[in-house]
Nanobody, 122 residues
Framework: VQLQASGGGLVQAGGSLRLSCAAS????????MGWFRQAPGKAREFVAAINWSGGSTNYADSVKGRFTISRDNAKNTVYLQMNRLKPEDTAVYYC????????????????WGQGTLVTVSS
């Protein structure tokens, strides 16, 4: 499956962005979907994940209550709604897919998108 992330940009602290991850090649409902991010000089970290149906989600503590992951299997797309953004949210955001092996561990994911840059100014 090929993943294409989009929706990044520059936003002021307190603002919002919505990231999208469009899939092609296979139907998305076969996969758990996750968002990860990597800030300059830091390791890639888990942000959020959602199961096949969208009925279960998981979030990093740092984004709970501010970010919402969702999916539209009919459109083969996963979203990350990011509200109340902080400068420390600045990173390249990646979407990823796995066959249900887990939520928050990057090496469990089989497919990765190319990343979209989110910059939050203070």
């Amino acid at each position: 499956v090929q993943l294409q992330a989009s929706g990044g940009g520059l936003v002021q602290a307190g603002g919002s962005l919505r990231l999208s991850c469009a899939a092609s090649g296979r139907t998305l409902n076969m996969y758990f979907m996750g968002w990860f991010r990597q800030a300059p000089g830091k390791a890639r970290e888990f942000v959020a994940a959602i199961n096949w149906s969208g009925g279960s989600t998981n979030y990093a503590d740092s984004v709970k209550g501010r970010f919402t992951i969702s999916r539209d299997n009919a459109k083969n797309t996963v979203y990350l709604q990011m509200n109340r953004l902080k400068p420390e949210d600045t990173a390249v955001y990646y979407c990823a897919a796995n066959s249900g092996r887990g939520w928050a561990v990057a090496h469990l994911y089989d497919y990765w998108g190319q990343g979209t840059l989110v910059t939050v100014s203070s």
